[in-house]
């Protein structure tokens, strides 16, 4: 299989491809290096089946995949708030490039979103049932809100367009969890 890791040279990116290299599949890896590291790669520079582009994902880009892992944005505060205009049209633009190759290429897409979508939550851990407490002009809002972008042009790429899609919630504020939404 063939499959596309955006922001694959960060530290979540960057261990789902040793998990899929190592499954041996051929994998590419799309990252801008704003937080990503070419280090964590290394390994896997010289073997033929993995390709490493540097490239923004907020730029429209042709390739032949079967699957995509969309996990390029910065996920850390200190990283986000820096340049806020950045996240969110990494969030919003990027997913949109994203599924847009998806369609095209009728491959399977996978977003990497967060329980920030809730906001500051009054409830820990939240339910797929809670509809959060956000603050849409806040400072941390550039990441919130884009990634509530992002799962609604996932899920409307779905439905309109037939594109089979997967969203991940990651939570990592008290303990590892992943809740995750499934469509197809």
């Given at each position: 299989?063939?499959?596309?890791?955006?922001g694959?040279?960060?530290f979540?990116?960057?261990?789902?491809?040793?998990r899929?290299?190592?499954e041996?599949h051929?994998?590419?890896?799309?990252?801008?290096f704003?937080t990503?590291?070419?280090?964590?790669?290394?390994?896997?520079?010289?073997?033929?089946y993995?390709?490493?582009?540097?490239h923004?994902?907020?730029?429209?880009i042709?390739?032949?995949?079967d699957q995509i892992?969309?996990?390029?944005c910065?996920a850390?505060?200190?990283?986000?708030?820096y340049n806020?205009v950045?996240t969110?049209?990494?969030?919003?633009?990027g997913?949109l490039?994203m599924?847009?190759?998806?369609?095209?290429v009728k491959?399977r897409?996978?977003?990497a979103?967060?329980?920030?979508v809730?906001?500051?939550p009054?409830v820990?851990?939240?339910s797929e049932d809670?509809r959060g407490n956000?603050?849409p002009?806040?400072?941390?809002s550039?990441?919130?809100?884009g990634?509530?972008?992002?799962?609604?042009?996932?899920?409307d790429?779905?439905r309109?367009?037939?594109?089979d899609?997967?969203?991940?919630r990651i939570?990592?504020?008290?303990?590892?969890?992943?809740?995750?939404?499934?469509?197809?």
């Amino acid at each position: 299989m063939r499959i596309l890791v955006t922001g694959g040279a960060g530290f979540i990116g960057s261990h789902l491809i040793d998990r899929l290299m190592t499954e041996g599949h051929e994998v590419i890896c799309l990252d801008n290096f704003y937080t990503g590291r070419k280090y964590n790669l290394l390994k896997w520079l010289d073997n033929p089946y993995f390709e490493l582009i540097r490239h923004d994902v907020t730029e429209p880009i042709r390739l032949e995949i079967d699957q995509i892992y969309h996990l390029a944005c910065p996920a850390s505060p200190v990283h986000y708030q820096y340049n806020p205009v950045k996240t969110i049209k990494t969030n919003v633009m990027g997913t949109l490039n994203m599924l847009g190759l998806a369609k095209r290429v009728k491959a399977r897409f996978l977003l990497a979103s967060t329980s920030e979508v809730y906001g500051d939550p009054e409830v820990h851990p939240q339910s797929e049932d809670y509809r959060g407490n956000v603050n849409p002009i806040g400072i941390r809002s550039c990441y919130d809100e884009g990634k509530r972008v992002a799962e609604t042009l996932a899920f409307d790429y779905h439905r309109q367009n037939n594109v089979d899609i997967r969203v991940a919630r990651i939570s990592i504020p008290m303990a590892p969890v992943c809740s995750k939404t499934t469509v197809g």
